[in-house]
Nanobody
Framework: QVQLVESGGGLVQPGGSLRLSCTAS????????LGWFRQAPGKERDFVAA????????AYADSVKGRFTISRDNAKNTVYLQMDSLKPEDTAVYYC???????????????WGQGTQVTVSS
């Protein structure tokens, strides 16, 4: 059974940084795309970032380009999201995502984590 466990969320002031982690189990993800979505209260779940299976290619939503960095460690079955220069509008529940045998899609994923709350507020 595939499980994705996120960590690293919390409360941070505007301009601050957080690093999210997502560790996967139950499958070898070395040929899968990994990424992140987020969902703010009252809004739909939106694509944030993705990274290809070898870590060579990355993709970002326009709203986070230049501030967020995605990376992965296939030996640890883990994907990371480094979030810098955080803004109040980044407040959301962040979900780890897996796309089986493909790079990414912005509308859905094959597996989801349970989510971790990120709150940006002074």
């Amino acid at each position: 059974q595939v499980q994705l466990v996120e960590s690293g969320g919390g409360l941070v002031q505007p301009g601050g940084s957080l690093r999210l982690s997502c560790t996967a189990s139950g499958r070898t993800f070395s040929r899968d795309g990994l990424g992140w979505f987020r969902q703010a209260p009252g809004k739909e779940r939106d694509f944030v970032a993705a990274i290809s299976w070898a870590g060579i290619s990355t993709a970002y939503a326009d709203s986070v380009k230049g501030r967020f960095t995605i990376s992965r460690d296939n030996a640890k079955n883990t994907v990371y999201l480094q979030m810098d220069s955080l803004k109040p509008e980044d407040t959301a529940v962040y979900y780890c995502a897996v796309w089986m045998y493909t790079y990414y899609r912005t509308d859905t994923a094959d597996y989801w984590g349970q989510g971790t709350q990120v709150t940006v507020s002074s």
